[in-house]
T-cell receptor, first 113, second 111 residues
Framework: ETGVTQSPTHLIKTRGQQVTLRCSSQ?????VSWYQQALGQGPQFIFQ???????GRGNFPPRFSGLQFPNYSSELNVNALELDDSALYLC????????????FGPGTRLTVL | GENVEQHPSTLSVQEGDSAVIKCTYS??????FPWYKQELGKRPQLIID?????GEKKDQRIAVTLNKTAKHFSLHITETQPEDSAVYFC??????????FGTGTSLTVIP
């Protein structure tokens, strides 16, 4: 069984740029959720994908967008980067929607200068 | 949406003592409550979870209690060890499996 993986590990961008983060879900999992974790804070829900469709979104602007592929891997795209977007971005996968445990990837540390 | 509050933000205990972390939630529809442990620079790891049809769950030194009426749940760690030192997060989820996290508790176990 393969765990959740994310790439890249670290990323440095400048204000106004665009970034794409990637997540490979755990084998057998069809649901991926993305979270933003600012330093010293709990993870904040960005959005969730279930079988390639968005299934809920947190309080994030439209410049945060995502995608899920047929193999259930996922991308998080952020346009027009702002300094406050600097954070650890975590993805988590689960076997489905029904109160299933979410398993987290190691995260991507994004720094916006 | 759901609002989860977590207390205390920091907690120091002597090795061997117990630690208790408390969370409250606002959405009565929430029915799944996991607890995660996050060591510095690492991913959150699930340590225990509870569903709303259960009032208490225990796994060795770790237990979680849930009071649906009062909308609060707690993590109890007994016989603490230095390796228990980490940041602990509670979360709440309703249908759709969207997790809402507390702000975390930094636990330090003093040898």
């Amino acid at each position: 069984e393969t765990g959740v993986t994310q790439s890249p590990t670290h990323l440095i961008k400048t204000r106004g740029q665009q970034v794409t983060l990637r997540c490979s879900s755990q084998s057998g999992h069809n649901t991926v959720s993305w979270y933003q974790q600012a330093l010293g804070q709990g993870p904040q829900f960005i959005f969730q994908y279930y079988r390639e469709e968005e299934n809920g979104r947190g309080n994030f602007p439209p410049r945060f967008s995502g995608l899920q592929f047929p193999n259930y891997s996922s991308e998080l795209n952020v346009n027009a980067l702002e300094l406050d977007d600097s954070a650890l971005y975590l993805c988590a996968s689960s076997p489905g929607l029904a109160l299933d445990t979410q398993y987290f990837g190691p995260g991507t540390r994004l720094t916006v200068l | 949406g759901e609002n989860v509050e977590q207390h205390p933000s920091t907690l120091s205990v002597q090795e061997g003592d117990s630690a208790v972390i408390k969370c409250t939630y606002s959405d009565s529809a929430s029915n799944y409550f996991p607890w995660y442990k996050q060591e510095l620079g690492k991913r959150p790891q699930l340590i225990i979870d509870i569903r709303s049809n259960v009032g208490e769950k225990k796994d060795q030194r770790i237990a979680v209690t849930l009071n649906k009426t009062a909308k609060h749940f707690s993590l109890h760690i007994t016989e603490t060890q230095p390796e228990d030192s980490a940041v602990y997060f509670c979360a709440a989820s309703s249908a759709g499996n969207q997790f809402y996290f507390g702000t975390g508790t930094s636990l330090t176990v003093i040898p």
